[in-house]
């Protein structure tokens, strides 16, 4: 049996995917709409899911629209922006409570269709643009979320490094766009964008859940139709080998050092090199067995936290931690040996195996919710491929030693990012 | 073994007490990939006061010595316990809260031999004077990454607020000094006196047979020798009514300002029944007043004193209790203003109305369903309510039966201007 029977089938303007399963209390719809990230969209695409979540014409304030929420046995609604590669991806998710657990026997799923229906469709518009009031509020939250990522030192660390490391490339661009370009937005700019969006983006519809494949197409079908279209692609990710190494110092007044480094894999989801990539990642940082947990933390004491994470759409993995500023030096030199002794393919069989064990592990644990088994399918949406979690899982249990010290040579050490106090080399 | 039925919700929970006074519970999931193992010994950081077993005196313990010796047991002669949970295709963790510790474990596959893992290092402590000296720069660079985060800051420093001597004022991982005078003898005394499985309990989540598990888990303690020990004695000083500060501003190197406003329990000597009663008419009291259906919630949002980062909570433990409320805000001390007044308004009579109450029970039911989808959530939770006499699974019956009267009688002993206080983050001058 397929650890995720997905059905997927092709509605007017998105394509429908189904996973029915009865392991949940709960039934989970999750849209998403993908453009290519570009300067003068990002802004704008950051703050239109807020927009459409805070009214709609049938729910014209933020409070009916909760409260209505509420009485849907407290069904939750959620938005959120990731990027994907080159690619911005904005995902609206309404999950409802499934009612053969409640004292109340209501049927709730098509409700929750309604709703998605009405959030997406129905916005609160008055002659050709959004509500103002709505459209303010939202834009000065959405300035403060864009600011938040200053306070948070590690957060902020990583942007720097992508910003520094990708300074040419679109994805060098903040998920929640630019801080400056919010003050332009009006409620008209907004809802063009909005329409523009609806029209051009890729866009899918996922529903989790003990559902019958059938009410869900009828419902979607129903409630939802848009117009056919074919989806912009991203340009390729471009493909940057520095000559040497970037690096970049910054101080500000913190305890607590934030390494970053960014490195060029070149390897993206889909290639056939990904799984010894993945591989490759476990051994060397992605776990607390790897060599960098080991090393940096275990041996040295120079870290509570250091990792490193594949960024599988754009080919780059990060290495992060926080050290003290003192310890710098020593730091980079302890993760430059890690890697060349992965390139030198100084590791054992059984670091290996247990790595592939985990990684299995981490996947079949990824779609015990119904967040992550939509994150683990739409990684075929963004590539444009169709590979099984069983595919995935047997292409990486043939990986080779070989061919992680392949990839390993690869692996291109981009930029260094150091965030230091400012006591630092006294 | 008994066997619990819940009904309504289709689970069925087992349980077993062992002969050594190990709680075992094993949740079956069917249709999950993951099993989820939790085993969590009720001794968290306000547990610094004590008498250790055979002796005569209480003693004392350096702040953040829980969180360390839950460090210092995944070190072993032989290795470290993450390498052999890797092994086995598991991945392991471990948290210290005020009033528990937990060790975990999280596998698709391997169950058995991960769960003997998990019971086995957690019952057999290994502490070196040179193992404990180098945790200590670890957890050195652990504590100085909160000391760089605001809300954590802004979190700990409200409690510090509100509490004169009730050690939950202390950061639970200690201060770099506090823990540079920790030694492995501390350790061993810690551990000998609430790791005992009398003072634990242990519970599996997971596609797993309970019968099996079961037996699996008796096996195990019936080979190993434990003798009887005496209640544990923990020693708290009096803590007064009030708030011990009322307002603290930390500035720090932000650009966005966060208040939080927070009030002492009042009732924090309840357990059981009465205490879950309580603790939940007063989450619905909050999400009435302050969650985004509410009124206050608009308006603040309106005057752009509040943002998406606004939450609020009420948690209580034997022995403290609290509530808080606030977020990111442009204008921390109109914030801090605003939230009072609402709170105490809050406790008026007729401020809330029978429909809303009934709309924010259903919520919170349709939250409970959404939670029990998660056997983290499942397993970490029981065990808190289990610490408390309480039953996770009487959570929707309980929200069912809460009346307007049991909501009023919660505000009336929780709100009191008193009890409030306030902290600050904003931006260094």
Known sequence: ?426 | MEKINFDQLQEELYHEKLENGLDVFILPKKGFNKTYATFTTKYGSIDNHFLPPGKEEFVKVPDGIAHFLEHKLFEKEDGDVFQQFSKQGASANAFTSFTRTAYLFSSTSNVEMNLETLIDFVQDPYFTEKTVEKEKGIIGQEITMYDDNPDWRLYFGLIENMFKNHPVKIDIAGTIESISHITKDMLYECYETFYHPSNMLLFIVGPVDPNQIMSQVRDNQSKKDYKEIPEIKRQFEEEPSESAKKKKVLEMNVQTSKCLVGIKSSTANQSGKEMLKNELSLNVLLDIFFGKSSEHYSSLYSEGLIDDTFSFDYTQEQGFGFAMVGGDTNDPDRLAEALQKMLLDAREKGAISQETLNRTKKKKIGAFLRAVNSPEYIANQFTRYAFNEMDLFDVVPTLESITLEDVEKAAGNLISEERFTVCQVVPKK
């Open chain 1, 1 to 426: 049996m397929a650890i995720i029977s997905e059905s997927v089938k092709a509605m007017n303007g998105y394509n429908l995917h189904v996973v029915k399963t009865e392991k949940y209390k709960t039934n989970t719809l999750v849209w998403k709409m993908k453009a290519p990230l570009k300067k003068n969209t990002v802004t704008l695409r950051s703050l239109l899911p807020h927009v459409l979540q805070s009214s709609s014409s049938s729910y014209p304030s933020t409070g009916k629209l909760r409260a209505y929420l509420d009485e849907l046995y407290g069904a939750t609604l959620f938005v959120d922006l990731a990027k994907k590669g080159e690619y911005h991806v904005i995902t609206i998710s309404v999950e409802i409570a499934n009612e053969k657990f409640l004292s109340d026997p209501t049927p709730l799923l098509k409700k929750a269709f309604q709703f998605l229906a009405e959030i997406l469709t129905k916005p609160n518009v008055h002659e050709g643009a959004f509500d103002e009031d709505t459209v303010e509020k939202e834009k000065r939250t959405l300035i403060q979320r864009i600011q938040s990522v200053y306070d948070d030192k590690m957060r902020y660390s990583n942007f720097r490094l992508v910003q520094e490391m990708c300074k040419e490339e679109p994805y060098a661009l903040h998920v929640h766009g630019e801080k400056e370009d919010v003050d332009n937005i009006t409620p008209q700019s907004l809802y063009e964008y909005y329409q523009q969006a609806l029209a051009e983006d890729e866009l899918d519809l996922y529903v989790i859940g003990d559902v019958e494949e059938a009410d869900a197409e009828t419902y979607a079908g129903e409630l939802l139709t848009f117009e056919k279209r074919t989806p912009q692609t991203a340009p390729a990710s471009s493909v940057r080998t520095k000559d040497s190494v970037n690096e970049v110092r910054e101080e500000q007044d913190v305890k607590q050092g934030k390494l970053n480094i960014g490195y060029r894999t070149n390897v993206v989801y889909g290639d056939p090199e990904y799984y010894a990539l993945q591989v490759f990642n476990g051994i060397f940082g992605g776990f607390s067995h790897s060599k960098l947990f080991l090393n940096v933390r275990e041996k040295a004491s120079l870290a509570y936290y250091v990792a490193s994470r594949l960024e599988s759409h754009k080919g780059l993995m990060m290495v992060m931690s926080g050290i003290d500023n003192s310890n710098y030096d020593q730091a980079v030199s302890i993760i430059k040996e890690q890697l060349d002794a992965m390139k030198n393919g100084d590791f054992t069989e059984q670091e290996m195996e247990q790595t592939k064990a985990v990684i299995k592990n981490q996947l079949l644990e990824t779609v015990d919710t119904a967040r992550g088994i939509v994150e683990v399918l739409y990684h075929n949406v963004v590539s444009g491929k169709e590979i099984t979690l069983q595919t995935w899982m047997n292409e990486m249990d043939k990986v080779t030693k070989e061919e992680i010290a392949a990839i390993a040579k690869k692996v291109s050490m981009d930029t260094v990012y150091f965030l230091t106090g400012k006591e630092a080399g006294k």
